[in-house]
Protein backbone atom coordinates (compact mmCIF):
# COMPACT_ATOMS: atom_id res chain seq x y z
CA UNK A 1 0.00 0.00 0.00
CA UNK A 2 1.41 3.25 -1.04
CA UNK A 3 0.47 5.97 1.52
CA UNK A 4 1.46 9.91 0.91
CA UNK A 5 2.16 11.81 4.09
CA UNK A 6 1.83 15.84 3.60
CA UNK A 7 2.54 17.91 6.47
CA UNK A 8 2.87 21.58 6.85
CA UNK A 9 -0.64 22.43 6.78
CA UNK A 10 -1.29 25.67 9.12
CA UNK A 11 -3.48 28.64 9.37
CA UNK A 12 -1.84 31.87 7.87
CA UNK A 13 -2.87 35.28 7.29
CA UNK A 14 -3.30 36.80 4.19
CA UNK A 15 0.19 37.44 2.24
CA UNK A 16 1.98 35.12 4.23
CA UNK A 17 3.89 32.11 3.86
CA UNK A 18 3.40 28.16 4.02
CA UNK A 19 5.32 25.14 2.54
CA UNK A 20 3.80 21.44 2.48
CA UNK A 21 6.31 18.74 2.37
CA UNK A 22 5.05 15.17 0.79
CA UNK A 23 6.59 11.75 0.96
CA UNK A 24 5.62 9.10 -0.82
CA UNK A 25 6.61 5.47 0.99
CA UNK A 26 5.62 2.35 -0.04
CA UNK A 27 5.12 0.53 -3.03
CA UNK A 28 6.21 3.36 -5.12
CA UNK A 29 8.33 1.18 -8.27
CA UNK A 30 9.39 3.36 -11.37
CA UNK A 31 8.98 6.76 -12.51
CA UNK A 32 6.42 8.82 -11.33
CA UNK A 33 5.20 12.26 -10.90
CA UNK A 34 4.04 14.15 -8.55
CA UNK A 35 1.68 17.00 -8.06
CA UNK A 36 -0.98 19.07 -5.36
CA UNK A 37 -4.69 19.68 -5.87
CA UNK A 38 -6.45 21.28 -3.81
CA UNK A 39 -10.46 21.11 -2.54
CA UNK A 40 -12.88 23.57 -0.81
CA UNK A 41 -16.35 21.62 0.32
CA UNK A 42 -19.00 21.56 -2.88
CA UNK A 43 -16.59 22.00 -5.62
CA UNK A 44 -14.87 19.44 -6.96
CA UNK A 45 -10.68 18.67 -6.05
CA UNK A 46 -9.27 20.75 -8.83
CA UNK A 47 -5.20 21.23 -9.74
CA UNK A 48 -2.73 23.22 -8.39
CA UNK A 49 0.64 22.25 -9.42
CA UNK A 50 3.08 19.29 -10.80
CA UNK A 51 6.55 18.08 -11.26
CA UNK A 52 8.06 15.79 -13.41
CA UNK A 53 10.09 13.02 -12.49
CA UNK A 54 13.25 14.60 -12.80
CA UNK A 55 12.22 17.57 -11.43
CA UNK A 56 12.73 19.84 -14.63
CA UNK A 57 9.17 20.31 -15.84
CA UNK A 58 6.57 21.91 -13.68
CA UNK A 59 3.33 22.98 -14.41
CA UNK A 60 0.94 25.79 -12.14
CA UNK A 61 -2.79 26.38 -12.69
CA UNK A 62 -3.28 30.08 -13.47
CA UNK A 63 -4.55 30.93 -10.38
CA UNK A 64 -1.43 30.25 -8.37
CA UNK A 65 1.24 30.93 -10.89
CA UNK A 66 4.35 33.09 -9.56
CA UNK A 67 3.08 32.79 -6.04
CA UNK A 68 3.48 28.70 -5.48
CA UNK A 69 6.92 26.65 -6.45
CA UNK A 70 6.76 23.12 -6.35
CA UNK A 71 10.23 21.38 -6.08
CA UNK A 72 11.68 17.82 -5.56
CA UNK A 73 14.29 16.52 -3.73
CA UNK A 74 16.80 15.80 -6.36
CA UNK A 75 18.22 12.85 -3.86
CA UNK A 76 15.00 11.74 -2.18
CA UNK A 77 12.72 11.04 -5.35
CA UNK A 78 9.67 10.60 -3.39
CA UNK A 79 9.44 13.75 -1.14
CA UNK A 80 8.04 17.25 -3.21
CA UNK A 81 7.51 20.48 -1.68
CA UNK A 82 5.00 22.96 -2.40
CA UNK A 83 5.83 26.63 -1.45
CA UNK A 84 3.18 28.81 -1.21
CA UNK A 85 3.99 32.49 -0.84
CA UNK A 86 1.46 35.49 -0.73
CA UNK A 87 -1.34 33.46 0.23
CA UNK A 88 -4.34 34.63 -0.64
CA UNK A 89 -8.03 33.85 1.42
CA UNK A 90 -9.32 31.68 -1.71
CA UNK A 91 -6.21 29.28 -1.18
CA UNK A 92 -7.96 28.14 1.84
CA UNK A 93 -9.14 24.15 0.54
CA UNK A 94 -7.84 20.85 1.54
CA UNK A 95 -4.74 20.19 -0.51
CA UNK A 96 -3.98 16.85 -1.40
CA UNK A 97 -0.36 15.21 -2.94
CA UNK A 98 -0.47 12.70 -5.55
CA UNK A 99 1.65 10.26 -8.03
CA UNK A 100 1.17 9.75 -11.68
CA UNK A 101 3.37 7.11 -13.10
CA UNK A 102 5.32 7.73 -15.44
CA UNK A 103 7.60 10.92 -15.96
CA UNK A 104 5.21 13.64 -16.36
CA UNK A 105 2.05 14.36 -15.23
CA UNK A 106 -1.46 16.21 -16.21
CA UNK A 107 -3.89 18.11 -15.16
CA UNK A 108 -6.39 15.37 -14.38
CA UNK A 109 -7.52 13.22 -11.02
CA UNK A 110 -8.23 10.33 -13.11
CA UNK A 111 -3.99 10.83 -14.20
CA UNK A 112 -2.91 9.88 -10.28
CA UNK A 113 -2.89 7.13 -8.69
CA UNK A 114 -1.82 7.46 -4.96
CA UNK A 115 -2.94 10.29 -3.21
CA UNK A 116 -2.35 11.16 0.57
CA UNK A 117 -5.53 12.19 3.06
CA UNK A 118 -4.96 15.55 2.64
CA UNK A 119 -4.37 18.81 4.88
CA UNK A 120 -6.05 22.04 5.77
CA UNK A 121 -4.79 24.87 4.53
CA UNK A 122 -6.95 28.11 5.69
CA UNK A 123 -5.83 31.10 4.73
CA UNK A 124 -6.95 34.32 7.29
CA UNK A 125 -8.25 37.74 6.14
Known amino acids: QVQKVESGGVLVQAGGSLRLSCVASGRTRGAYAMGWFRQVPGKEREFVTS?????????YADSVKGRFTISRDNAKKNTAFLQMNNLKPEDTAVYYC?????????????????WGQGTQVTVSE
Open 98 to 114: ATSPGALAGRETFEYEY
Open 51 to 59: ISWSGTATD
